[in-house]
């Protein structure tokens, strides 16, 4: 499956072998070589770029309808073929088998909605101060995108942008992860499959600091659209050497108030699973706990065991497993530099702080789900995102306090609450300083509302009808007329 991909580049609707050098991918359960990929060239990426320009007018001209009908057409097929995918998604990322299958099915149900919004782009009519002029304003595709995705959902965080801005008119260049490459180029076989016109859809592989940036700085680029850290998010928006629309989704940090009225078993299913979910390698996991003082040593009792009953396993070969193997080996010593960190301060490891034993675990880049407690905001674990299966949960004694220590971070991506007073909720709800706030629930993110950050969490909005809209431009059209003739 691999294979056929190794080296290869989607340009102008053809397959072309990348002329630079290539890169080894490997699975992070067991260090070995899956394949490889093309260091495009800076020819490569213009070329990329220029099949783009040549395809966007035609393929913005076609009546909503048509594009609409090739989103669907794609997303069919890709759910047709999410076995397929998902193990090609497995072997270079690491989550279990029925994980990834579950993330490729999002991405075929994530082009079937932007499918349904591409024929709702509405305008307006706007009176003016007399009634012989009228202004009319309308939404037309901005034109070429260049998507920078990430390797920790390598299908949803590429699908959000290809089918929101193929919705919207545009035409796109993706450039995917080194980590993870191979789900974004069967993502384009896909595109090919489904008889989208060539150069619509591109794909280009390589570093980031070459061709990443290539595209950041193509003056023929009119849109960067970039998930993945705040450092690098930053990094694009000061060297952009034209203006450009940005759509950049960054870091997270996101905490977690369990005040005492909460459902106690709810909020530790909710913690268990979006703290560990995909090794914690996710924007909106929580990565710290701020729970009341009279149900602090209950949760924590409760969420030990919790993380103790997830399973670990070769993705491939534990396909039901609940966690796999990290993506790298960077995340994973970052997970260990923090947790060490926490202890050196006065930190209490609760469960979890080592990889799991076995001589299948020896290879790849696996740690067990860990959670400290005793923690304090000058630990790393609470002030910085860790990125790994690792949270920091601390007492509070009041609202405010709660509400305090959660808003002490540069981040403002999600956060989650779980209460069942309701007064507690519009209290923490209306001063939580996020864009996203899950309650009683640990799904910040759904796929018909919008989902953006806030102060270095980004700018810019992905999913909902607010997801297309940020690949459009609004125009004013102020149209003046007389009473006709002889009337």
């Given amino acids: 499956m691999i294979s056929e991909l190794s080296g290869k580049l989607f340009i102008g609707g053809a397959w072309v072998n990348g002329a630079g050098g290539r890169i080894p991918v490997e699975n992070p359960a067991t260090g070995d070589v899956v394949g490889e990929i093309a260091a495009s060239t800076v020819d490569e990426v213009n070329s990329a770029v220029a099949a783009a320009r040549a395809a966007f007018r035609p393929w913005a001209d076609l009546p909503p309808r048509l594009r609409a009908a090739a989103l669907k057409r794609l997303g069919t097929l890709i759910a047709a073929d999410a076995d397929r995918m998902a193990r090609i998604m497995t072997l270079e990322q690491g989550k279990p088998l029925n994980e990834a299958r579950g993330e490729i099915l999002k991405l075929g149900e994530a082009c079937h909605f932007y499918a349904e919004e591409a024929v709702r782009v509405h ?58 490459p191979f789900t974004a180029l069967a993502i384009a076989q896909k595109v090919e499959e489904s008889g989208i016109p060539a150069g619509v859809v591109n794909v280009v592989t390589g570093p980031g600091s070459v061709v990443g940036q290539a595209l950041v700085e193509h003056p023929d680029v009119d849109k960067i659209a970039f998930t ?197 909720v519009r209290y923490l709800t209306t001063r939580l300083d996020y864009g996203n706030v899950a309650v009683n629930n640990v799904d910040a993110g759904v796929m018909n509302a919008p989902y953006g950050g806030r102060k270095q969490s ?30």
């Fill in 123 to 180: 305008g307006e009519i706007i009176p003016n101060d007399t009634n012989d002029h009228q202004s009319l304003v309308i939404r037309e595709p901005i034109g070429v995108v260049g998507a920078i995705t990430p390797w920790n959902y390598p299908a949803e965080l590429v699908g959000w942008k290809l089918c929101a801005s193929l919705a919207a008119g545009c035409t796109i260049v993706i450039k995917p992860a080194d980590l993870t």
């Fill in 228 to 424: 993945g850290s705040s450092k690098v998010g930053l990094q694009i928006q000061q060297s952009a050497t034209t203006v450009k629309r940005m759509s950049l989704e960054l870091g997270g940090n996101c905490p977690l108030i369990v005040t005492a009225t909460a459902d106690l078993d709810a909020a530790v299913k909710g913690a268990a699973r979006r703290s560990f979910r995909n090794m914690g390698q996710i924007c909106i996991a929580i990565n710290r706990v701020y729970v009341a003082r009279a149900v602090y040593d209950e949760f924590l009792a409760k969420l030990k065991v919790a993380a103790e009953k997830l399973t670990i396993g070769n993705g491939i070969e534990t396909p039901d497993a609940d966690l796999g193997a990290m993506a790298s080996a960077a995340p994973l010593a970052k997970t260990r530099e923090h947790l060490a960190d926490a202890l050196a301060k006065g930190a209490t490891l609760v469960t979890g702080g080592s990889a799991p034993e076995g001589a299948i675990y020896a290879r790849g880049h696996f740690f067990r789900p860990t959670v400290v407690a005793g923690c304090s905001h000058d630990m790393k674990v609470m002030s910085e995102e860790t990125f790994g299966p690792l949270i920091g949960v601390m007492p509070f004694d009041g609202l405010d306090e709660a509400i305090a220590h959660a808003n002490d971070t540069p981040y403002g991506l999600a956060s989650y609450v779980y209460a069942k007073d309701m007064d507690e």
């Fill in 458 to 487: 980004g700018v810019g909005y992905e999913h909902g009808r607010e997801g297309m809209l940020e690949y459009m431009n609004f125009k004013h059209i102020r149209v003046r007329t007389d009473d006709p003739k002889g009337r």
